[in-house]
């Protein structure tokens, strides 16, 4: 069988790690690099790495593997009628098709935008860190994960930063949980403007509804934008992302879509971890196995300078601390998600019963 796919992210490259050995295998990259570790690229940034860790599988490690691979060459239609795949630089024939193309980063609209840069790719990487290097410090729009995670590995490695976020929350968790995070990284020396709504840019600083804060490297992280094109195009159903079953099955025969890109049920999951497991079980379908992805329960796990964070399952409303690192979310005496502050694995340990009990449902 032969499995072309499109995109070398997360998800894509780990699906090409799942089938190289037992099916012919294609993955088509726009970009010119090897895969490399988004989620590591604040720490590169910041210089707690150096560039070539980003790159754990070099060109030898696919050639090793059996996977073929084209950098720079970009998917521009999905010939369903003919099961062929047309790029700008040639046609590949399929049996099965995934696109796992990701996200890219949402762009602001404000006046003076122009001033403002973004953080998904390596080469957004370079650039900032560049400029980190020639001012000393920097100014982060949006309190997400990556613009905490960029805060917190910044302010660790001795920069100046200030955070703007348009509300006093991060994240969507509770007052009291956001403020913890905020005070840990305030004492990793990040400043924090909140409550605030950005409205303009320039050369110097930020325009916010609170008043106008000074910064020469101005990065927005106010979230992700799937990139659906190829399935728009090619006249496969899309929402926000390409709109997928608990198969992974898109609108057209033999084409599946994972991870950033992809929606069920109006879930998108936007993280490496989530492109990774989809990936994972998408090769168990593919192999004929029973298998499904928890789609519904939320997890994610990030590293705010010294400050790990787990986020699992629901968690609003009213929680319970369990333990010094946990507070827990409970519906009807069930728990329901939890918050795990520095204890990774306390926290894999939870998200392990919460799947367990929504794979018994």
């Not at 691979?69 to 369903?80: F, T, W």
């Not at 010094?324 to 392990?352: M, N, P, Y």
């Amino acid at each position: 069988m032969r499995v072309v796919i499109i995109g070398n992210g997360p998800g894509g490259v780990e699906l090409a790690k799942e089938l190289s050995g037992e099916h012919e295998v294609l993955i088509i990259e726009r970009e010119e690099v090897p895969f490399y570790s988004k989620p590591m690229l604040s720490h590169y940034i910041a210089g707690l790495i150096e560039r070539e860790k980003l790159f754990p599988y070099p060109i030898d490690w696919y050639e090793g593997k059996g996977i073929g691979l084209r950098l720079g060459e970009e998917a521009k239609l999905i010939d369903r009628a003919r099961k062929v795949l047309i790029t700008d630089k040639g046609e590949y024939p399929y049996d099965i098709l995934v696109i796992a193309t990701g996200a890219r980063a949402r762009e602001p609209t404000v006046e003076g935008k122009e001033h403002l840069l973004t953080l998904r790719s390596i080469e957004d990487a370079d650039r900032i860190k560049a400029l980190l290097e020639e001012h000393g410090e920097a100014l982060i729009v949006g309190g997400g994960f990556i613009g905490l995670e960029l805060a917190g590995n910044l302010a660790k490695a001795g920069y100046g930063v200030k955070l703007i976020h348009r509300r006093d929350t991060f994240l969507g968790l509770d007052e009291e949980l956001s403020g913890l995070i905020r005070e840990r990284l305030g004492e990793a020396g990040v400043e924090f403007h909140l409550d605030a709504e950005l409205l303009k840019a320039d050369e110097n600083g930020i325009q916010t509804s609170k008043g106008y804060i000074e910064g020469k490297v101005k990065i927005c992280a106010i979230g992700i934008v799937p990139n659906v094109e190829i399935a728009r195009r090619s006249g496969i159903q899309t929402g926000r992302g390409i709109l997928i079953d608990d198969h992974f099955r898109t609108s057209a025969k033999d084409v599946y879509a994972i991870g950033d890109c992809a929606e069920y049920s109006g879930i998108i999951c936007g993280t490496a971890k989530g492109a990774t497991g989809h990936a994972r079980v998408l090769a168990n379908i593919l192999r004929g196995k029973e298998d499904r992805y928890p789609f519904e329960l939320r997890s994610s796990i990030f590293k705010f300078g010294d400050l790990p964070i787990a986020i699992i399952g629901k968690t609003r409303g009213d929680g319970e601390w369990i333990d010094g690192h946990t507070k827990a979310f409970f519906q009807d005496g069930k728990l329901v998600g939890a918050v795990v502050i520095g204890d990774i694995k306390r926290a894999f340990s939870i998200e392990k019963e919460l799947k367990e009990e929504l794979y018994k449902a």
